[in-house]
């Protein structure tokens, strides 16, 4: 009889993690398939205004322009006047035109007549400092602009 | 000689590998959603002649530097600003029989306010000191009025949405060039009947 009987050991056998790594993987696939990486280093409080009514944006011809007070870590540094960003830095109000010059230049060639300018403004901001850059814009002759919103509607709040 | 099975490799830190990885792309990237309200500039130009606009066709929205707002010389709330915009829009002034007659109009007809949607201008005067928050706010609010009545001018037309029919054109929803061709010119159509003029004067700096 005992011949039959099967050696059993008294502990558990271990769980196999074996298909951890590819649950892992699936996320990793995903993460990467559905972001892109960070290009601008927001350098100004960025908490955009809700609006409803929205189009989309098409992200391989637009231009960014954040305008906002600084973070708080460059409080100290730079003041909490609002500032312009564009690319990685402050910028002028009279810098505007060259800075934006430049930004184009990196788009695809036959996209650069169809630029459109997506304006990241804090709500906090005054409307004052986005006139100035909307008239810089009309005298570039960059006329597209969208202003860039959260969702949401102003008036459920 | 008896076959001895291959040694297990041990993957124990195949996991912990991918985690690091993960991490990395969850730190370093961004979800890119965005979207908002979109517009033309008016291109910089010496105006000669500056059309006329009859005061009745003109709806004046001013938004001060406390963000309130006055609109056609009244105080009014925000969340009333969108039924006033499009009771002025769809106001359809003009006497039946008369070239700019609106035949499509709903609203009360009203001569004192504006002929019909073609004539009809909404201008929005800031102060410099407005905050960006209301200014979005109110542009938002002035577009919905725009979005609602092409849409109810679809819905008569043709049957859906003049909205939800832009979005799924936006995302790519609608095959075929000649599908794409079709729904463009019905789109364009109901754009006619109610074309955005929306202006923006110069803003006013505080306290003038």
Known sequence: ?157 | MARRATPEVNAGSMADIAFLLLIFFLVTTTIEKDSGIARQLPPIEEIVDPPKIKEKNLFIVNVNRNDQLLVEEKLMELKDLRQAAIAFLDNGGAPSGSPEYCNYCKGQKNPESSDNPDKAVISVQNDRLTSYKMYIAVQNELVAAYNFLRDRESQRLYGWKFTEKTKELDEGKIKGDAAQEALQEKLETVQKLFPMKLSEAEPKKSGQ
Not at chain 1, 67 to 92: H, L
């Open chain 1, 1 to 157: 009889m005992s011949k039959f009987r099967k050696k059993k050991s008294n502990e558990l056998p271990p769980v196999s993690t074996a298909s951890l790594p590819d649950i892992v993987f699936m996320l990793l696939f995903f993460f990467m398939v559905v972001t892109v990486l960070r290009d601008d280093n927001l350098l100004v409080q960025n908490k955009l205004p809700k609006a409803d009514q929205v189009e989309k944006l098409k992200k391989d011809r637009s231009v960014y322009i954040y305008a906002g007070k600084p973070s708080s870590r460059y409080q100290d540094k730079f003041g909490t006047e609002a500032k312009i960003q564009i690319g990685d830095k402050y910028t002028d109000i009279t810098n505007i035109k060259f800075a934006l010059t430049e930004m184009r230049q990196k788009l695809l060639p036959e996209l650069q007549d169809k630029v459109m300018v997506a304006l990241k403004v804090d709500e906090q901001t005054n409307t004052g400092m986005v006139t100035d850059i909307k008239q810089e814009l009309r005298e570039l002759n960059m006329l597209k602009l969208i202003y860039i919103t959260t969702p949401g509607n102003e008036l459920s709040n």
